[in-house]
């Protein structure tokens, strides 16, 4: 079971980017994604998540309006496009998939996680 993450990079503030996070099949079928992100010395947020079959999405207050998260199952991927990129969005990003298939919300116990995808936004 893995998931892999990609697309982070250093840019300046109010660029774009965009991260990719593809799973086995037995990984990605039937679940949530999600995002998370975690500065340094900071706690991990939950930042995007997306229901199975994309008709649920989350987004947390402090990326609502910049960042916008999609999936192709037939891919097992899901991509997050964040523009306008703050220097405070500056964190090691991962991507997530839940125990549990079939959730009609993203908020579950994720528990196959990615490896993480620097994203810097310099200021």
């Known amino acids: 079971v893995q998931l892999q993450a990609s697309g982070g990079g250093l840019v300046q503030v109010g660029d774009s980017l965009r991260l990719s996070c593809a799973g086995s099949g037995r990984t990605f079928s039937g679940r949530a994604m999600g995002w998370f992100r975690q500065a340094p010395g900071k706690e991990r947020e939950f930042v995007v998540g997306?229901?199975?079959?994309?008709?649920?999405?989350y987004y947390a207050d402090s990326v609502k309006g910049r960042f916008t998260v999609s999936r192709d199952n037939a891919k097992n991927t899901v991509y997050l496009q964040m523009d306008s990129l703050k220097p405070e969005d500056t964190a090691v990003y991962y991507c997530?998939?839940?125990?549990?298939?079939?959730?009609?919300?993203?908020?579950?116990?994720?528990?196959?996680w990615g490896q993480g995808t620097q994203v810097t936004v310099s200021s």
């Open positions: 997530a998939a839940p125990y549990r298939q079939y959730s009609e919300t993203p908020f579950a116990e994720y528990i196959y």
């Open positions: 997306i229901t199975w079959n994309g008709g649920t999405t």
